[in-house]
């Protein structure tokens, strides 16, 4: 099961930091992956890490402001998201990828997914 948090309201330039936490099962197994939904749009792929958290992959969109991270021992990954726009405003889920070297963004490939956090970034 996984369990997303760490959301809120924050203003734009200003930064949030998502952690997702595995439970029932050892992290170290699966790469993740995070991914959003703006209210409206499709649910569209921001970042993958692999298990070892070596490899890493970003959407353009994100790239140098968000970063991604793990730790296996504390079964958590987070995503670190600085210089936050308006258009960052989502619901951001965390997922386990159904390869432990997948980082890429189609979601066909992630198995389970948690609730969802709210970011809301305000002009």
């Known amino acids: 099961q996984l369990q997303a948090s760490g959301g809120g309201l924050v203003q734009a330039g200003g930064s949030l930091r998502l952690s997702c936490v595995l439970s029932g099962g050892a992290l170290s197994s699966y790469a993740m992956g995070w991914f959003r939904q703006a209210p409206g749009k499709e649910r569209e792929f921001v970042a993958g890490?692999?298990?070892?958290?070596?490899?890493?992959n970003y959407a353009d969109s994100v790239k140098g402001r968000f970063a991604i991270s793990r730790d296996n021992a504390k079964n958590t990954v987070w995503l670190q998201m600085n210089s936050l726009k308006t258009e960052d405003t989502a619901v951001y889920y965390c997922a386990t990828a159904g390869h432990p070297y997948y980082t890429a963004g189609s979601e066909s490939n992630y198995d389970s997914w948690g609730q969802g956090t709210q970011v809301t970034v305000s002009s």
């Open positions: 890490i692999g298990w070892s958290g070596t490899m890493k």
